[in-house]
């Protein structure tokens, strides 16, 4: 049984969040592997929500400028990158801003939805000089790890402008090996693992999910027993090599006459394989061969190698 330990946690601020962790006990080797594999986890597989879009009211392209707004679209673009969301959504969702006096807008001039909050409703998207109208409609959808503007421009509406959606709600993970404290033995170890969140979920939340994710991914390898019988079929490969073989025996072989050795020879038939493709009625069809040569191979075919094809 592993024991989790948390050896350190703290907010720095609302959107960075530092947890330090010890796992183990590991036998040697194995810590390396288990956190290879967490951290993989942690940084691309947990989900998070984020701005994919937004349509500024008569705007029609990301290199516009806004009137009365100190920073050009792109700038706000950038700053919308930032801003951090949490909650439980199941299909993209709109939210709202208007502005109507000048100042500093942040994110929480945003109008979410219910099951929609914010980490730092501090963070800033731009400033209103004049006292103007400034309308904005954003397109919010859950996700994981990150989508440049150019793949979301695919599946925004018209008149959205992508944004960037960095869904990761994990920003950073470190792991190291020491000896473990729990035992004096040297052959175990523990995982001494940190993690960074921007604060959409707690560095433990971040762990738990990745543990899961991973449990219910190996759970897909277990193999269970049944209760039918297992049946081999030893007969298939023999007869496959028996075929096989027959392509190395000429019908030479069958020492025949010059009559019907020469017939079988104008129908590029030249080995038993190639022989065994026809009935004794078929090599009636052949031309020049009567019943008489019909009977001769079918007989020293069958002394020889036991085979029929008058059947």
């Not at 950038?78 to 500093?104: C, W």
């Not at 960095?166 to 035992?183: A, D, G």
Request: charged share 25%; proline share 3%; with cysteine.
């Amino acid at each position: 049984m592993f024991q989790v330990q948390c050896l350190q946690s703290k907010v720095k601020t609302p959107t960075d969040h530092y947890s330090k962790y010890s796992i183990g006990p590991f036998i040697k080797g194995q810590s390396t592997t288990v956190g290879n594999t967490l951290r993989r986890v942690l940084l691309s597989n947990l989900q998070g929500l984020a701005i994919i879009g937004v349509r500024v009211t008569g705007i029609n392209h990301e290199f516009s400028t806004v009137p009365n707004v100190k920073e050009d679209v792109i700038d706000i673009l950038l700053n919308l990158k930032q801003i951090i969301l949490k909650g439980t959504i199941n299909e993209p969702v709109l939210a709202r801003l208007m502005v109507k006096t000048s100042g500093i807008i942040t994110a929480n001039d945003i109008e979410l939805p219910a099951n929609i909050s914010l980490v730092d409703s501090r963070q800033y998207i731009a400033t209103l000089n004049a006292k103007e109208n400034l309308e904005m409609e954003f397109l919010i959808a859950r996700g994981q790890n990150y989508l440049n503007n150019g793949i979301v421009d695919s599946v925004i509406p018209a008149g959205f402008l992508g944004v960037d959606a960095i869904f990761m709600p994990v920003k950073k993970v470190n792991f190291f090996v020491e000896t473990s404290r729990s035992t004096t033995s040297s052959e175990l170890e523990s995982l001494i693992f940190e993690i960074w969140t921007n604060g959409s979920i707690t560095p433990a939340e971040a762990l738990s999910s990745a543990a899961e994710i991973l449990e219910n991914t190996f759970k897909l390898l277990k193999i269970t027993e049944t209760s039918e019988t297992l049946v081999i079929d030893t007969e298939t490969p023999v007869k496959e090599e028996a075929e096989e073989h027959l392509d190395t025996v000429f019908i030479e072989e069958l020492e025949l006459s010059v009559r019907a050795y020469n017939c079988l020879k104008r129908a590029n038939v030249h080995t038993l394989s190639d022989l065994l493709q026809y009935s004794a009625s078929d090599l009636l069809e052949f031309k020049n061969f009567g019943q008489k040569s019909a009977d001769e191979v079918c007989d020293s075919l069958q002394k020889r190698f036991a085979m029929d094809l008058r059947k």
